[in-house]
């Protein structure tokens, strides 16, 4: 796992080896759009994947009775990176919902993320000229478009504090602990500090230091981290006024730095900005090259199955898996460059559809971004 399992065979392609959670829902349509994708990448710039398919989610309740198996998490942890579809069912009608919390789908996902180290979560939220119309801001508000990054904290804080419900005198009470060492806080705002780098050179840390010690401590290492890269300039946000100017200017941001709670929130309102979430990808990395990559929406039981399925956010994973896992840039700007040009050229699945636009289904799109590599 800590390097990519390289070796060069036959007519001296680079080989790398993938380990794929199709998951449920529209999870296995999306996952195989992104497969013929990186396959035609493979045959232009020359190296191969190998994938071993593995069961998460809902799919390995139904074979496995839990929602994720050691023997999944060690293929996971042999493998160069993990490229996953999207995993869960419909919380009101399907039987896995029904099991104890620690046995539902999304236990899968807070387990893998901790079993794999998987502290870093990247969200790009990035307005692409030919959707503005589905971005539900005002053009004023707009303007030159946005492109951010949200770099989340995935492996501490308030999801993995300990947690209780109890019963005082008749009285029901939970309670959830909010924890973060200065280790946590100083590898994370290093990851987002040397993300920035590669950017416009901006970092947002957003905390709520008014009230949190642990938003006090974040703050004090982010400031410390800082100290090692003078180029990139650092500023300090409020979780609820950072809320607002997502709405209000999001093209102030590049990178955003924050814990695990308030990154799940505005990440998800981020998304909710660009005005298409089938459009959205994300990475979750340790601290070597490994990395988890999916796209950034749900398993979308609503529409599985139909066709229907926008699969730009996982072949845009796919894409980030080829930069940070696997150093194939060239390949990732190639993947990056044909969706473009597919969304330039009025291609369009339901979710992003609008006028004048030709509306295709998600194994069409697929072919489509494919044929442009
Ligand atoms: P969702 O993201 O699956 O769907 C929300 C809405 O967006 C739905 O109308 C859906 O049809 C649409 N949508 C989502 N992705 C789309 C795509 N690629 N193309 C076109 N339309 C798309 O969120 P939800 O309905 O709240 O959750 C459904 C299931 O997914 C739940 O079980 C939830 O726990 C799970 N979930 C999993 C992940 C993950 O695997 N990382 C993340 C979020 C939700």
Request: glycine residues 16%; aromatic residues 8%.
């Given at each position: 796992m800590l390097c990519p399992s390289i070796c060069k065979k036959g007519a001296g392609k680079m080989k790398y080896k993938i380990a794929v959670i199709p998951g449920d829902g529209i999870g296995p349509e999306i996952v195989s759009e992104a497969i013929k994708v990186l396959e035609k990448a493979g045959e232009k710039f020359g190296f191969q994947l190998e994938y071993t398919k593995l069961l998460m989610g809902g799919a390995s309740i139904d074979v496995?009775?839990?929602?994720?198996t050691d023997d999944t998490i060690a293929a996971a942890k042999a493998s160069d990176a993990v490229l996953m579809g999207s995993i869960g069912g419909d919380a009101k009608t399907s039987p896995w919902y029904k099991l104890e919390p620690s046995k539902r789908p999304e236990a899968g996902l807070l387990k893998i993320r901790k079993s794999l180290n998987l502290f870093a979560n990247l969200r790009p939220a990035y307005l692409y000229e030919e959707l503005k119309e589905a971005c539900p801001l005002r053009d004023d508000i707009i303007g030159g478009g946005f492109d951010m990054m949200i770099m989340r904290e995935l492996t501490g804080g308030l999801y993995f504090g300990e947690r209780r419900t109890t019963l005082e005198n008749g009285i029901r009470k939970a309670v959830d602990t909010l924890t973060y060492d200065e280790n946590e806080i100083r590898r994370i705002a290093k990851r987002g500090f040397d993300i920035a780098r590669k950017r416009r050179k901006k970092v947002t840390s957003v905390d709520k230091a008014n009230v949190l010690d642990s938003s006090r401590l974040w703050r004090a290492v982010v400031e410390e981290v800082a100290k090692e890269y003078p180029d990139v300039e650092l500023n300090h946000m409020l979780v609820d006024n950072c809320a607002m100017q997502l709405v209000r200017?999001?093209?102030?941001?590049d990178v955003i730095l924050t814990e695990n709670m308030f990154g799940d929130i505005l990440s998800d309102e981020a998304s909710m900005v660009t005005g298409s979430i089938g459009m959205l990808s994300s990475a979750s990395l340790n601290e070597t090259k490994f990395g988890l990559y999916e796209p950034s929406?749900?398993?979308?039981p609503d529409i599985?199955?139909?066709?229907?399925?926008?699969p730009i956010a996982t072949i845009l994973s796919a894409a980030m898996m080829l930069r940070?896992?696997?150093?194939?840039d060239e390949a990732a700007d190639a993947v990056e460059k044909a969706v473009k040009q597919v969304l330039r050229e009025g291609y369009r699945t339901a979710d992003i559809m609008s006028a004048g636009c030709v509306q295709v289904g998600c194994r069409q799109m697929g072919d489509l971004i494919a044929e442009r590599i």
């Open positions: 496995h009775g839990v929602p994720l200017d999001p093209g102030q941001f929406h749900g398993s979308a599985a199955g139909t066709d229907k399925a926008n940070f896992s696997l150093d194939l």
